[in-house]
């Protein structure tokens, strides 16, 4: 007994854990973006920190099962796919945007995705959850049109394009069966292979004028807490709480980056956001109902769960 009650808090812990990392990727990268890097430079420092890292992982796991053209199509989607247009997204639309579009709308595209290609049971309460997050979604983009700032839409529709390539790294990661930690060593490594010269020859970049505690802090979140430890942390918590629980706790990811962002960033929440966010919210848990029941698959690379 003791054993297992050592086990379930850990797990709680680890998942609580994955919970404050992944609301903070909203406001780091809000910050990031809003100050003196550009979206690039976070993308840059988000695969380039964590391709050095996990390096060795990929020399000693190699590709697995993989062929060569899969792992370029995951890592190319998992890396700059996800991260342009979710880091470009925080330059025109609030964090707690970012939290309940990036982190909720995963699931209205990875659902019906992994139906067709998986073949994978929708059920009533997963219908009804992706309806939900469909409406809580449409109530932030409506909240975007009646703001002050007229291209904060372009910021929710960015995050749609996030939340879009992280769902379609779920369903390959799952149909390919890819493992967690050997999928985030080949994201890392070949997103940095192919992106970050591409950055430093052709694309905007303040990496030379920024101050170096600007630098170092996002590239310790986002090369290591945000890609590394995050990850591990969630598949522990799963290992030892089981999907189902450790996604309920996840669910709260977007409530908790929006509360964050009003209280350390002073970013307001207005009526028709803090609907969407509880719509959001309310569509995710629907959709972990939905999936209890459901025969269990390898855990992807997280999402994510979330990206973050």
Avoid at 209 to 232: C, E, K, R
Wanted: proline share 6%; hydrophobic share 60%; glycine share 12%.
């Amino acid at each position: 007994m003791r054993a297992n009650t050592r086990e379930f808090s850990i797990g709680i812990a680890c998942a609580l854990s994955v919970v404050v990392l992944w609301s903070s990727f909203h406001l780091i990268s809000r910050i990031g973006v809003q100050t003196t890097l550009t979206p690039y430079d976070l993308v840059t420092l988000r695969v380039g920190v964590a391709g050095v890292i996990m390096l060795p992982v990929l020399l000693s796991r190699g590709f697995g099962h993989l062929r060569l053209w899969q792992a370029i199509v995951l890592a190319l989607i998992a890396g700059p796919g996800f991260g342009l247009p979710a880091f470009i997204g925080f330059q025109f639309a609030p964090a707690a945007h970012g939290a309940a579009i990036l982190a909720g709308a995963i699931p209205l595209f990875a659902v019906p995705m992994a139906a067709i290609a998986l073949g994978e049971h929708l059920s009533g309460w997963k219908i009804l959850g992706l309806l939900t997050i469909a409406a809580g979604v449409i109530f932030l983009i409506s909240d975007s049109f009646t703001g002050f700032d007229g291209n904060q839409w372009r910021g929710d529709l960015l995050f749609l394009g996030g939340a879009f390539a992280w769902a379609v790294v779920a369903v390959l990661a799952r149909a390919w069966r890819v493992e967690p930690v050997r999928g985030t060593a080949l994201i890392a490594v070949i997103s940095m292979i192919i992106f970050v010269p591409i950055h430093i020859a052709f694309l905007p970049t303040q990496l030379d004028t920024a101050p170096l505690i600007d630098i170092g802090g996002q590239a310790l979140f986002h090369g290591v807490l945000s890609m590394i430890i995050s990850l591990l942390l969630f598949t522990r918590a799963i290992a030892l709480l089981g999907a189902s629980l450790t996604t309920t706790i996840t669910a709260f990811v977007p409530a908790c980056g929006a509360i964050a962002a009003l209280i350390l960033l002073g970013e307001p929440l207005t009526g028709l956001t803090s609907g969407g966010i509880v719509l959001v919210t309310i569509g995710m848990l629907a959709a972990v109902l939905g999936a209890r029941h459901a025969k269990s698959a390898p855990t992807p690379v997280p999402a994510s769960g979330s990206p973050e």
